[in-house]
């Protein structure tokens, strides 16, 4: 009886098998689990994406130019990547455009252009912070390594001495990640797809600053060659509503 029981419970286990790990044609069933998408509060949720109508500036001529890209079919694309001749990894940072030649970059406030006579709005960023953030969208050079580096300077008159720089903002070298790490990768904080223009902290009533012109200078900085230059006079546009204690984690 030994033995027949082991028999049976052997052939039984194998019909059991058969039925439930092949199809009809004998392929295996075994079916797929997908896994939870995984997303990460950054900064730049609040701000506008790559590939929108936004002024550019370029090292094509021997002065500094801003010019306004259309929705032409040959401007800048979203998903172009770059790869170095060394066969490093794709840096998705990184776009092609056919009208420009060298190094060039744009820069984007909530979806508009920042060009000359352009309004800048105040928005929450990451873990609480109000900022200008200011969109980049650069290309036709290799950066040593994953991150382009930016000098920002933005001046408001009767404002700049509020800062220990005497500049309204001043840093010598904002980096804008190009690379093509998740998102998630990164452990909160700003995101790194832009530039964060943060007023000084001694300026409480940031409705004070509500439609005053300011001036904002910036260099994008390349291995090789000059940095390619953005000067554009500017208005400054901040919502009475959005305060300090509303924002974020503030």
Known sequence: MGIRFGWFTTLGLAFGLGATGCGDDGSSSVEDTESPQTASETQGTTGPGPGESSASASTSSPSTSVATDTDSETGPSDTTTAESSTGEPMLCGLSDDPEQTGPWFRLTNLGNPVEADATIALECGGQG??????????????????????????DVPGFDELSPTGHFYQSAGDGVDVGC?????????????????IPPDALVDLSMIDGLPATL???????????????????LQVDPALTVENCGFG
């Open 129 to 154: 912070f109000l900022m200008f953030y200011l969109q980049s969208q650069q290309g036709g050079f290799m950066p040593e390594g994953e991150t382009v580096y930016y000098a920002v300077t933005l």
């Open 181 to 197: 790490a998740a998102a998630d990768e990164f452990d909160g904080g700003f995101s790194l797809s832009g530039i964060a223009v």
């Open 217 to 235: 200078h910036v260099e994008m900085l390349v291995p090789v060659g000059d940095p390619v230059v953005l000067d554009a006079e500017l208005t």
